[in-house]
């Protein structure tokens, strides 16, 4: 039996491609083997296409019958926008069916194998396939506790600074950085500031590769402004992006709706000080298949997530400059810790060299 490493692996470098352009969808990779050849492949097409298994076994064809499938996630065995796979599978002539986790949905956890096996199917399950736990983490966040996957990702100096004293941030990481940033934000639901970015970069926080022409799927833009400071000319009103801004009474939501002529929508969130419950703010935005959130600062916003122990995933960019300056911003404001043992831990890290930066990304331990 060939080994199943290289094909799970290969079906997650294919559900790459649908990560933030299928939520709430998973982002699922699938390949078919026949005799040690990959004889169909597919990934998961936007909300009402065909999942991974159907593209991969319309593909193979024929080619399916006494093959094997690898898959990043347990096949759905429920009607929803299209007919189960579990169904496609069976009347495909598939013999074996290796898959990396369970949906944890509630509609689906574990049915997909039982159909599967009652078929004379055999099931296999690789839970120890960490590319696939990886990329099962944002999905599996999201369908078993209504919240979104949040990517913390800020640049800074070597020194640790985001800005200068004045507030200069223009530009602290190199090119390379930044259209890596323009496609992380492409492959996510949303994007996140607070207002202090704003008022002080003035950002798109579009996704836009090195042509400047914008991507075809463009996230959500998300604004934490409690007050509801946000200029009416701000860039990010200048496209049709979407744009969410979350402030925290009505007095600030009354003072947007009539100081903005966009179509923008305002959502209340009201948390202590007068200030937005980001808690409640990632709530909500599950509630708009929001899976993936990226959130790029500034410390205030970054000091707010931690504090409530609400990120995922770290990217920090760190830029070959001293910046100094006692009242120089760093990345992560908020509370913090008194104690160094209760410091938010990082496991899986990884260090990667891009351009004259380096970046430093791994997840949060719990």
Same mark, same amino acid.
């Given at each position: 039996?060939e080994?199943?490493?290289? &094909?799970? $692996?290969?079906?997650?470098?294919? %559900? ?6 299928v939520?709430? /969808?998973?982002?699922?990779?699938a ?5 040690? *050849? ?6 998961t097409q ?14 193979a064809?024929?080619?399916a019958?006494?093959a094997?499938? &690898?898959?990043?996630l347990?096949p759905c ?8 796979c579990?169904?496609a599978?069976?009347k ?11 949906d944890?949905?509630?509609? $689906?956890?574990?049915?997909? *194998?039982e159909?599967?096996e ?5 099931t296999?399950?690789?839970?120890d =396939?960490?590319? $696939? ?9 999201f369908?078993? =506790? ?7 990702? &800020?640049?800074m100096? *070597? ?5 200068t ?12 950085s930044?259209?890596?940033? =323009?496609?992380i934000?492409?492959s996510s ?5 607070g ?6 970069d ?23 402004d409690?007050?509801?400071? *946000? ?9 049709r992006?979407?744009?969410l801004?979350?402030?925290? /009474? ?10 903005l002529?966009?179509d923008?929508t305002?959502l209340v969130?009201?948390?202590?000080? /007068?200030?937005? $419950?980001?808690?409640?703010l990632?709530?909500?935005l599950a509630?708009?298949?929001?899976? /993936?959130?990226?959130v ?18 770290v990217i920090?960019?760190i830029?070959?400059v001293?910046?100094?300056?006692a009242n %120089?911003?760093s ?5 913090? @810790?008194?104690m ?14 891009v351009?004259?930066? @380096?970046w ?5 331990a719990?």
């Amino acid at each position: 039996m060939e080994s199943s490493v290289p &094909y799970l $692996s290969r079906a997650v470098d294919l %559900a790459q491609r649908a990560v933030g352009r299928v939520s709430p /969808n998973p982002a699922v990779g699938a390949v078919i083997v026949r005799e040690d *050849i990959i004889v169909g492949e597919g990934f998961t097409q936007p909300p009402g296409g065909s999942h991974a298994e159907i593209v991969a076994l319309e593909r193979a064809g024929d080619a399916a019958v006494d093959a094997t499938l &690898y898959v990043t996630l347990e096949p759905c065995s429920h009607y929803g926008r299209t007919p189960p796979c579990t169904q496609a599978i069976v009347k495909s002539g598939v013999k074996e069916v290796h898959f990396s986790a369970l949906d944890l949905a509630p509609w $689906s956890s574990g049915k997909g *194998i039982e159909e599967l096996e009652q078929a004379g199917i055999r099931t296999v399950i690789h839970g120890d =396939h960490q590319p $696939s736990i990886d990329l099962n983490a944002a999905y599996v966040k999201f369908a078993s =506790h209504g919240m979104p996957w949040v990517l913390a990702k &800020y640049a800074m100096s *070597i020194d640790g600074k985001i800005a200068t004293r004045t507030g200069d941030s223009r530009w602290i990481t190199g090119e390379e950085s930044r259209a890596r940033v =323009h496609e992380i934000r492409a492959s996510s639901d949303a994007v996140m500031v607070g207002i202090g970015t704003v008022l002080a970069d003035d950002p798109e926080l579009t996704a836009r590769p090195e042509t400047k022409f914008a991507f075809e799927e463009q996230p959500l833009r998300v604004v934490v402004d409690s007050e509801g400071r *946000i200029p009416s000319d701000a860039k990010m009103f200048q496209n049709r992006a979407p744009v969410l801004i979350a402030v925290a /009474n009505q007095d600030a939501a009354q003072r947007l709706s009539k100081k903005l002529d966009q179509d923008v929508t305002i959502l209340v969130m009201p948390g202590s000080d /007068n200030r937005v $419950s980001v808690r409640n703010l990632l709530a909500a935005l599950a509630e708009r298949d929001v899976v /993936n959130l990226m959130v790029e600062g500034g410390g205030t916003l970054l000091g707010a997530l931690f504090d409530e122990d609400l990120v995922d995933e770290v990217i920090g960019c760190i830029a070959p400059v001293i910046v100094g300056g006692a009242n %120089a911003p760093s990345p992560v404001r908020g509370a913090g @810790v008194e104690m160094l043992a209760d410091a938010n831990r990082m496991q899986r890290v990884r260090i990667e060299s891009v351009g004259s930066d @380096v970046w430093f990304m791994g997840f949060i331990a719990r």
